[in-house]
């Protein structure tokens, strides 16, 4: 399968994942391993190239995040960004210091088109800065290819070892020509040849599953959510009636998605599987009852869920493997990729759960980013609705109403969100918009309707952009179309009497309100 492979080096920098997302966008491979990763190791996975990503260390300061010298006389290109670049010329003889100036935004830089990096980008172009430390003297054998107002070597090149350092990051999409210089990289400089198309992964994956599977028995825990439904089909593309998937409806999902997911994965469905829907509504209100704090709530929803599944599971009977959703950014995140912290653990990565009787586990979307599982479901035929679906948290609506939760409130914030998600639509912005969604607060406030008091609660709006998740601005929504949805939400939805805007950026609030 996937012979042409390109390695981005982590230093830990923010964006990472955004490096090797750029990469495949240009159709090509590629994989993130952290900087401590052997030498050896890279050796024998002979890459076309290698990208050097940024880091939070001073690569001249002791304990510094580094890299041996040999890793510049494989005859393989290297492109070093930022603290990459930094440090490819501090290993092969340069200096590197405290930057006089320190750059961070979006600044011009004047770049030199007789380099094969920039053949076709314009002079002077905009690109993302973020340095507190800069190349005071680029090593022996390197040309400077780019200049700032404040930074006499932005990029540099050793033509004939295929060394390239930049000092922006071309992976973020402020730089205006990013993709150009990478796309660049890996062509003009790694030669590929564009070989990652997402409907050979979907052919070969299938048929890879087929014969690892063989006559055995499947199961799949189905969400609804697009991971999920596209490992499913994936699954049932390849073992048909041998997969079974159990749907636990927990009775925090949006407004009719329960049917939604039956629609296209039960009986009447396309796909020729074994579909359980478990409907466990009456047993998570139970539990969840007088239960105000968020992390128990998240707890006792994630626990029940397991339990649910467990039961289902033990009337299959001992299963011969079980398949999860697992994508790259949870591996990643786990801390198994690059080097980034760990910054959440996923249930669903690295260990085995041990809730089911199985052999082994099957994830068929590991080596995706969520866009790119979105290729694939398309690819799939698998509906757009569904492909397209928002992300939504393992826990449901149980997050997104604040304090106790009870199928009162469930059904206030499921019509509340339904009346948004539909005006959004209407609007045309539904694609427009990262992520959206209603949120019930526990405020009961006074208000009128028909000359007559009320005293009932209000619904929080909540809109944001984002690109990695990590960080999320508000999205402006216009006037009209707000003033729209909170006069159908007061007027359509017992007992909601308000309706807020949540304003806030992550950080420091989270997208959830939970
Ligand atoms: N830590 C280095 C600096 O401050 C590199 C920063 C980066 O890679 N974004 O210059």
């Known amino acids: ?33 952290s900087y401590k990763t052997d030498l050896e190791k890279i050796k024998a996975m002979a890459p076309q190239g290698i990208i050097l990503t940024g880091g939070p260390d001073s690569c001249y300061a002791e304990g510094a995040a580094s890299c041996s010298r040999e890793l510049f006389d ?11 670049a930094q440090l490819m010329m501090h290993v092969l003889g340069g200096r590197v210091t405290k930057a006089p100036v320190r750059e961070y935004g979006k600044i011009e830089v004047d770049v030199d088109r007789s380099s094969r990096l920039f053949g ?15 190349i005071e003297k680029t090593a022996p054998g390197f040309r400077v290819i780019g200049r700032t107002a404040d930074c006499p070597a932005a990029a540099a090149e050793w033509e004939e070892k295929q060394l390239y350092a930049v000092q922006f990051h071309p992976e973020v999409l402020h730089t205006q020509e990013g993709t150009k210089i990478i796309h660049n990289f890996l062509y003009e400089i790694c030669r590929c040849q564009g070989t990652w198309k997402m409907d050979a992964f979907a052919e070969n994956s299938i048929e890879a599953i087929r014969e690892k599977v063989g006559s055995g028995k499947v199961l799949c825990a189905l969400s609804g959510g697009v991971d999920s439904s596209v490992a499913a089909v994936m699954l049932s593309k390849a073992v048909g009636e041998q997969l079974t998937c159990v749907f636990v409806d927990h009775g925090l999902l949006r407004k009719d998605e329960g049917d939604q997911v039956e629609e296209v994965f039960g009986p009447n469905g396309p796909y020729n599987l074994n579909f359980i829907r478990v409907n466990a509504q009456e047993r998570f209100y139970e539990r969840l009852k007088g239960v105000e704090e968020p992390e128990q709530k998240r707890k006792i929803i994630g626990e029940e869920f397991i339990r649910v599944f467990e039961e289902e599971a033990k009337k299959i009977g001992a299963v011969d493997f079980l398949v999860q959703g697992t994508i790259y950014p949870d591996v990643v995140e786990s801390g198994l990729g690059g080097e980034s912290a760990v910054i959440k653990s996923h249930h669903n990565v690295g260990g085995l759960p041990d809730y089911v009787d199985f052999k082994e586990i099957i994830e068929p979307l590991r080596n995706l980013f969520k866009d790119e599982v979105r290729r694939v479901g398309l690819e799939l035929g698998i509906p757009e609705k569904l492909v397209y679906r928002q992300p939504f948290p393992g826990p449901g609506l149980g997050i997104r109403i604040i304090g106790e939760v009870t199928p009162e409130k469930v059904m206030m914030v499921q019509e509340a969100d339904a009346i948004y998600r539909e005006e959004i639509a209407r609007a045309g912005l539904d694609r427009k918009i990262g992520q959206y969604f209603a949120a019930l607060t526990n405020m009961r406030s006074v208000g009128v309707m028909g000359d007559e008091r009320t005293y009932d609660y209000a619904v929080a709006l909540r809109a944001v952009n984002t690109i990695d998740f990590m960080t999320a601005e508000t999205a402006e929504i216009p006037w009209d179309v707000l003033g729209k949805v909170a006069s159908r939400i007061v007027n359509e939805v017992r007992n909601v009497n308000r309706v807020f805007y949540d304003i806030s950026q992550k950080p420091p609030a989270t997208i959830e309100f939970e």
């Open 1 to 33: 399968m996937n012979r042409e492979k390109i390695l981005v080096i982590d230093f830990g920098g923010q964006y990472n994942q955004l490096v090797a997302r750029r990469v495949r966008e240009c159709s090509v491979y590629c994989e993130i391993y």
């Open 74 to 84: 494989m005859g393989i290109p290297v492109l070093g960004l930022c603290y990459g």
């Open 120 to 134: 076709n980008v314009s002079e002077k172009t905009v690109c993302w800065m973020s340095h507190n430390d800069y």
